[in-house]
């Protein structure tokens, strides 16, 4: 059976700083994988994905994943947060079984 | 294009009740997704129709039921609400089945459902 794991429950991080969530997954097959971000009371918004090519993914507003399969990471890395980060990001597998399996979520906190 | 949007935003229901959440789908998707969202956790899949069938289920218990129409727009039913059942409602659409290569999920805002 497929699954995810987010690492850290929780990333307090100042702003300007760098940040990395982390993602491992589990799965006998190939996989698409996915971040999406919630802000406070709302839906899921794709962040980025991974399909197939290039290892590293990039966002318009400068986040980045590397999908690495030997380890069956997907973590996700910003090199400058900003306050307008601060949400709970979930890091999500999709195989041929018609659903999005998703991780626990890791809340992103940046502090002035 | 219009995105996806659930209806009522927030609801508050007595256990042991029935309840129906609604969701318009993205224009020109013909598969709508369903998943439960409780409080601190990830969303939880309960299960995807596409073209008016059930195309895959989550460990959902029959309780959980939908329905989806010819325009593509979708239900969820809930009979005999439990406490547990308390959490934010997630409906995504998508251009094809999710599993299909390159198909993405668009979230519509949540449904956040209350059983007291």
């Known amino acids: 059976a497929q699954s995810v794991t987010q690492l850290d429950s929780q990333v307090p991080v100042f702003e300007e700083a760098p940040v990395e969530l982390r993602c491992n997954y589990s799965?006998?097959?190939?996989?698409?994988l996915f971040w999406y971000v919630q802000y406070p009371n709302q839906g899921l918004q794709l962040l980025l994905k991974?399909?197939?090519?290039?290892?590293l993914v990039e966002s318009i507003n400068g986040f980045e994943a590397e999908f690495n399969k030997s380890q069956t990471s997907f973590h996700l890395r910003k090199p400058s947060v900003h306050i307008s980060d601060t949400a709970e990001y979930f890091c999500a597998v999709n195989t041929n079984t018609g659903k999005l399996i998703f991780g626990q979520g890791t809340t992103l906190q940046v502090k002035p | 294009e219009t995105g996806v949007t659930q209806s009522p935003t927030h609801l508050i229901k007595t256990r042991g009740q029935q309840v129906t959440l609604r969701c318009s789908s993205q224009?020109?998707?013909?598969?709508v997704s369903w998943y439960q969202q409780a409080l601190g956790q990830g969303p939880q899949f309960i299960f995807q129709y596409y073209r008016e069938e059930e195309n895959g289920r989550g460990n959902f218990p029959p309780r959980f039921s939908g329905l989806q129409f010819p325009n593509y727009s979708s239900e969820l039913n809930v009979n005999a609400l439990e406490l547990d059942d308390s959490a934010l409602y997630l409906c995504?659409?998508?251009?094809?089945?999710?599993?299909?290569?390159?198909?993405?999920?668009?979230f519509g805002q949540g449904t956040r459902l209350t059983v007291v």
């Open positions: 995504a659409s998508s251009l094809d089945r999710v599993g299909v290569m390159n198909t993405e999920a668009f």
């Open positions: 224009s020109g998707h013909n598969t």
């Open positions: 991974y399909l197939s090519g290039s290892t």
């Open positions: 799965s006998s097959v190939s996989v698409y």
